[in-house]
């Protein structure tokens, strides 16, 4: 049975959680993320959970990480300035192994930009935004419905790989109301559990792991088992191994956890791509644009295709490969002065011409601009 609602975005993603056995939020209210923070104060009391508005949007990621590793599934929310501040305890999430989702809506930047207009300016942020080299994993929902699911997945992946999770959003998709199918029993969603360890306390070793899984059993605090957390590169023990071979090691791991996987991490939609000889690339709020510039240019017999990114970090390199042997020219359209289509052209790397249409005015782009841009792409 499921019950249909008329719901915003950040709505979907509080139910989501909710869905997936969230127990915990911390975080510091901000626009236009504030509903995430706001509908949870509500949902987590009545389910057995614990919501927390901390002093700052650091002490609100540092909060979620604790209660993780207390064994609850935690989240945080916020939007640009805010996930500034919240890097540094981001690294350690990365480097410690904490499993955690991150919800960044995003607006206009930078510093305090334009709190309640729509942009996509955190997209290399979310990749790179904490210091040294790190691996996490990056979604991005385009729909109300989405926001809902791709949360639930979010929150499987940060168990299932001990990483990380941001769920990249930005005002349009935040903020627009959309009907949604919900489940009445969220008990029948699939949801995932962290590896806890089985062996007895004496043996457990924080950050072992064997060849056929990289992902190290996690104890919760509290449950007997001895567990040092630094963020310093560590050995096995979790204690810090200062030498150029541990660094190494637990580097590849951290990474090799997640790139070995990446056919189950991945995931992308094709939207009449069969006989496309052109592709719109987009994502996001973006992407609710590109929906309709495609139909109006197969009204137009003009053969365009367009294919969306749904995790946007691990970058689909293979299929973006495979896309571009197949098309005569990618547009890549993001809310930006132009992120993405950066790694688009790496990919790519000259096998089809790449154009950027980027908007960064405080609207979002309307069908018929976008069309004009492909037009102009193709040599129309």
């Given at each position: 049975m499921s019950r249909v609602l008329l719901l915003q975005g950040n709505q979907a993603v509080v139910e989501g959680a909710i869905a997936a056995g969230v127990k915990f939020y911390g975080g510091y209210p901000i626009t236009p993320s504030t509903e995430i923070a706001e509908q949870l104060a509500a949902r987590l009391p009545q389910v057995g959970g614990k919501f927390m508005q901390t002093e700052d949007e650091i002490a609100g990621l540092g909060a979620a990480i604790g209660a993780s590793m207390g064994g609850k599934k935690a989240m945080t929310a916020t939007s640009g300035p805010g996930f500034s501040l919240k890097q540094e305890m981001l690294g350690l999430a990365c480097t410690a192994e904490i499993p955690v989702v991150l919800v960044d809506v995003q607006r206009v930047g930078p510093a305090t930009g334009q709190p309640t207009s729509p942009a996509q300016g955190e997209v290399m942020m979310t990749r790179w935004g904490t210091h040294g080299d790190h691996?996490?994993?990056?979604?991005?929902?385009?729909?109300?419905?989405?926001?809902?699911?791709?949360?639930?997945?979010?929150?499987?992946?940060?168990?299932?790989?001990?990483?990380?999770?941001?769920?990249?959003?930005?005002?349009?998709?935040?903020?627009?109301?959309?009907?949604?199918?919900?489940?009445?029993?969220?008990?029948?969603?699939?949801?995932?559990?962290?590896?806890?360890?089985?062996?007895?306390?004496?043996?457990?070793?924080?950050?072992?792991?064997?060849?056929?899984?990289?992902?190290?059993a996690m104890a919760d605090y509290g449950s007997g088992y001895r567990w040092h957390v630094t963020g310093l590169i560590h050995d096995e023990t979790g204690f810090p191994k200062g030498t150029p071979a541990g660094t190494v090691n637990a580097l590849n791991r951290l990474h090799d956890k997640i790139y070995n996987n990446l056919a189950d991490i991945v995931t992308f939609?094709?939207?009449?791509?069969?006989?496309?000889?052109?592709?719109?690339?987009?994502?996001?709020?973006?992407?609710?644009?590109?929906?309709?510039?495609?139909?109006?240019?197969?009204?137009?017999?003009?053969?365009?295709?367009?294919?969306r990114p749904i995790t946007i970090w691990p970058f689909p390199e293979k299929e973006v490969k495979e896309l571009a042997g197949k098309v005569k020219g990618i547009l890549v359209h993001e809310l930006n002065y132009g992120q993405y289509v950066l790694e688009v052209e790496r990919v790519v790397a000259g096998k089809c011409p790449v154009t950027l249409y980027g908007k960064y005015d405080n609207e979002s782009a309307t069908p018929q601009e976008l069309l004009a841009e492909i037009k102009k792409a193709m040599g129309r």
């Open positions: 691996w996490v994993i990056v979604v991005s929902p385009s729909s109300v419905p989405e926001c809902f699911w791709l949360t639930i997945r979010a929150v499987n992946l940060a168990e299932k790989y001990r990483v990380p999770v941001i769920i990249l959003m930005d005002e349009v998709i935040g903020h627009m109301r959309e009907k949604i199918e919900l489940p009445d029993d969220y008990s029948t969603v699939e949801t995932v559990d962290r590896i806890r360890p089985t062996c007895k306390p004496e043996e457990y070793l924080a950050y072992g792991t064997t060849e056929d899984n990289l992902v190290p939609e094709n939207y009449k791509m069969d006989d496309a000889e052109f592709a719109v690339l987009s994502f996001g709020g973006a992407a609710r644009t590109a929906y309709e510039a495609v139909d109006m240019a197969r009204a137009e017999g003009l053969k365009v295709g367009f294919f």
